[in-house]
């Protein structure tokens, strides 16, 4: 239990370092960890609902973060190339997320234009119903894509690494929380890029 705690503060103290400067991108992650909060309340009522939120908003907001402002030069606080963090990440790195956002567009898409899903579901007859139908779609591919990429990691890193990392996945919203609630104040005071102090080598 001892080395799984001690790897869990690795991968997020490494995903925090290497990934989050930007401080927009902390805020988005702070509105993005607060809608997967109040998804997860909901994946016991509504578990559509809960999928539709969980993508629409909250994956929406961390990615865009990720994709649109988090830093991409050469990083001297870990004195480290966009590349080698890229190459060197766990879970999902940038061309890894650009799959799993194709997926999440190509749902609706699927069942636009074929509504019975090639026979698998009953047509949407509304369209609430078509969105009640694209939440189940979301959820099936955001399971299956947690279950994968810890899968995959199972074999290319460990099982406890895949653990970990799914752990901190399924965690990340209460994390980030306490990690990055301050960030809109530092927005507000001008300071678009954390300094990580903390964070440089000495």
Request: charged share 15%; hydrophobic share 50%; net charge neutral.
């Amino acid at each position: 239990m001892n080395d799984f705690l001690s790897a869990l503060r690795t991968q997020r103290w490494d995903d925090h370092r290497y990934y989050h400067h930007s401080r927009i991108n902390q805020t988005l992650h702070l509105i993005s960890a607060l809608s997967f909060l109040v998804a997860y309340g909901l994946l016991f009522i509504d578990p559509p609902s809960a999928a539709l939120l969980a993508w629409g908003v909250s994956m929406v907001a961390r990615q865009s973060g990720h994709f649109f402002f988090e830093p991409r030069g050469y990083d001297e606080v870990n004195q480290a190339t966009h590349e080698h963090k890229e190459a060197i990440k766990v879970g999902y790195n940038l061309r890894r997320k650009v799959v799993l956002m194709a997926l999440w567009v190509a749902a609706p898409v699927l069942l636009w234009f074929s509504p019975d899903l090639f026979g698998w579901v009953t047509p949407a007859d509304s369209m609430s119903a078509f969105w009640h139908q694209v939440g189940w779609a979301w959820l099936v591919v955001g399971v299956g894509g947690l279950l994968f990429r810890t899968v995959h990691l199972f074999f290319l890193q460990g099982v406890q690494t895949g653990l970990v990392w799914m752990c901190k996945i399924l965690t990340d919203p209460f994390h980030d929380v306490w990690l990055y609630h301050k960030a809109p104040l530092h927005l507000l005071r001008g300071e678009w890029v954390d300094p990580m102090v903390h964070a440089r080598k000495p």
